[in-house]
Every structure is written in structure tokens, then in C-alpha cells.
């Protein structure tokens, strides 16, 4: 039997989901948000990572963040209100951007926000 590609992206996907959980066993609650943003780092290769609610009509709620560069992007989003974290709620897809010092401010081929990604660039 062949699988689909549309198949295996779905499987692919509950495996690293299946991969995430298993780490997250036995964690306290109150480390949970910032041992998530430790297995979402390494799951997506980068050196941080962020968690924000992000509500309708809301403001937006940072939950972690791995270390001081994204603290430093939390905040830039909440104030902005445009950045990755808002960028994947808007668009249901996850947004990964693997080097922000080094992405000119005018790309927006991963990110479609330039305010943020201006700022972010200037800050390194």
C-alpha cells in the first residue's frame, strides 16, 4: 500500500506531537510553559523559543520564554502586536524562522510582519 504525502505529513506530525508529550511527563506545572519552550526549541532546531496566548480581543499573554533574546521577542510582539507567535495564529501554521540577525528588514518570506522584523534585526 502507498501512502499519501498529505498521509505522511500527518503521521510525521503525531509523531512529534506523540515525541513533545513524552517529554513534557513528570514536569511540574509550574515549569510546564518553559520546559515546552525547551522541547519546541530543540524540536525545531533553533537556539529559543516563545509561548503566547493569543485571544481574540484580547491582549496577548506571553507564557515562557527560553532565554533573553526571546523574552526580548515576546515583549516586541505584545507591543507591536505582529511578529512569528502572532503570525502562526493568524495563519494556523507553524512559523520558524531560523536566524532573525541575520534576516534583512525588508524580507518577509517567513514572517509577513516588517515592523517586527525591522526591529528585530536592529536589536540582533
Known sequence: MHESG???????????RMR???RL???PDDALFGRLG???????????AGI???VRDAPRLSLAATNATGALIERLQRELGEGPCVDAHDRQVPVI????????????????T?????????LG
Do not use: K
Open 6 to 16: 498529505q498521509e505522511h505529513t500527518t503521521r510525521a506530525s503525531a509523531g512529534r
Open 20 to 22: 513533545i508529550l513524552a
Open 25 to 27: 511527563v513528570d514536569v
Open 38 to 48: 525547551e522541547v519546541c526549541a530543540a524540536e525545531t532546531g533553533t537556539s529559543g
Open 52 to 54: 503566547m496566548v493569543v
Open 97 to 112: 524562522e531560523p536566524d532573525l540577525a541575520a534576516a534583512p528588514p525588508d524580507r518577509s518570506n517567513t514572517m509577513r
Open 114 to 122: 516588517t515592523t517586527f522584523t525591522a526591529y528585530s534585526w536592529q
